[in-house]
């Protein structure tokens, strides 16, 4: 039963669009099973950039199924704005299903998300697409499935439940801007409508497509460090982007995953609030920034940006079971004289190697770092693995030795071609 999913192994934006769309090929179904449009997975074919929030990467790919699975949260403006997008600017794509038990993000979640995220003390910096309040929805049971969405009368009904409770919390926020049943059901009726089409039941269709063999690919959107559960909280989504959640967010039983591929970026980067102990302040962070481009697909911020930091890698390999690593944007850090990787924190007095899961300690500590020679070259033009310089040998080694699992992957740019399958065994 081929099943691979695919996670971010920390803080999001580890180019994992880029590596399913590689690993896309040949495979039947590829999946969303978290978050909603606050991902942005960016994909290069030749001179044409795709952009995807919602989309799974392989509705590229034509004869290759792409799923928003039931763990997601779905904008539809946005979901039929991207499909149109993707479809004219690709040609040809696959087929696209969306879970019915998918939730909606409604307006009441966008306008909720920028109001709470200005009352914080600190900020989270979410991306302001409702994401949070529309999980805090699902959790109060009071959201709108696409089941519901999809039905004029049961979308109906369920709208004169939820909204007179969202105009109650909205304008006790000082939201005095009205929301209006008429002229909800005007803008979203239609676009019920219109994605009614691609609404099933998705659970049973995976666990039917796994028991016959298929090749599924689970695309993870953020990072495994911003799950509500294992991540930094409170400066996490609201989401479980971790393994676990492609089995929460699609039905499919923990014994049904075959391998787990953890993306890392040669370096670290995050955006939004939050602890980040190996985050550069200085010159080489911003070197980074701008060799490396790291500034958000979705809302356009600049990325913090830092040394990989092995101690957050370790436990989150740990946390999700990772059989593989691909490490990407490796021809970024070519041309620095020396390189860091972090392999313990000093907290409060005393080296520790084990990442600690309270927030508090872990903006306490600071990194202990291990450097290593850097490399050079034109590294996107190299096919081989044996071909990348010794230095970049070493360096990946290490994370290999330190997290314990095997590089299988190398992403050396940005585009399709761009990458070394070293062990593709350990992917499929
Ligand atoms: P991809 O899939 C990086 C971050 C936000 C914020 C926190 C909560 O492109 O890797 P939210 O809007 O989800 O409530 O924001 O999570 N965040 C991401 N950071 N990459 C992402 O997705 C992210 N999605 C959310 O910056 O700190
Ligand atoms: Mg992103």
Redesign the pocket.
Known sequence: MPTLVIV?AL????A??KLVDVLAEGADYTVRFS??N????TVRLGDKLFRFHLLPTGFLRPGCTAVIGGGMVVCPRSLLEEIDEMSALAGTTGNLLVSGSAHVVMPWHERL?CLEEALRAQG??????G??PAYEDKAGRRGIRMFDFVQPERFRERLREVLPLKRRLLKAMGDDKDMNEDAILSEYLPLAERVRPYVVDTGSLILEAAAAGKRILFE????AM?DLDYGTYP?????H?TSAGACMGTGLPPTGVDKVLGVCVAYA??????PFPTELDDEVGDRIRQTGREF????G?P?RCGWLDLVALRYSAQANGFTALAVTRVDVLAGFQEVSLCTAYELDGERVERFPTDTAALARVTPVYETLPGWEGNIPSIRTYDALPEALHRFLGRIEEFVGVPVAVVSTGADRSEVILRRPELLW
């Open positions: 971010g803080w999001g934006d580890e994992k669009g978050g909603g606050n991902a942005g997975h998300d989270i910096g979410t991306t302001r697409k994401i949070g993870g959107a953020q990072g911003l400066f996490v989504t609201s989401s982007p980067t995050r955006v939004g609030g939050g958000g697909t979705t809302t911020r990325r």
